[in-house]
Nanobody, 120 residues
Framework: QVRLLESGGGLVQAGGSLRLSCAGS????????MGWYRQAPGKQRELVAT???????DYADSVKGRFTISRDNAKNMVYLQMNSLKPEDTAVYSC??????????????WGQGTQVTVSS
């Protein structure tokens, strides 16, 4: 069974930092794009940041200069370093990966999500 497992969420004061981690496990041949998305209460899920297998990154305007996405291809892991957190960053953060299995099946995989709460 292939899955993604996030960790690192929690409660932090405005201006603080958190680092999210996401680990892929199971029968994985390769992972192309990995990314982080978030969903706040009453709002649609939105892209936070993505990173290609070559290391190219893309960020939502709202997090540019504050968040940094990185990955470890050997470990099938992706990270999100979040600095200068704001109350509006409060959301459930989910990891995404475009996975290819040894049998060459390719599909989108999502983690279960981790809560990030920023207090003012």
């Amino acid at each position: 069974q292939v899955r993604l497992l996030e960790s690192g969420g929690g409660l932090v004061q405005a201006g603080g930092s958190l680092r999210l981690s996401c680990a892929g496990s199971g029968s994985i041949r390769s992972i192309s794009t990995m990314g982080w998305y978030r969903q706040a209460p009453g709002k649609q899920r939105e892209l936070v940041a993505t990173i290609s297998d070559g290391g190219s990154t893309d960020y939502a305007d709202s997090v540019k200069g504050r968040f940094t996405i990185s990955r470890d291809n050997a470990k099938n892991m992706v990270y999100l370093q979040m600095n200068s957190l704001k109350p509006e960053d409060t959301a459930v953060y989910s990891c995404h990966a475009r996975v290819t299995t040894p049998s060459l099946n390719t599909f989108d995989l999502w983690g279960q999500g981790t809560q990030v709460t920023v207090s003012s």
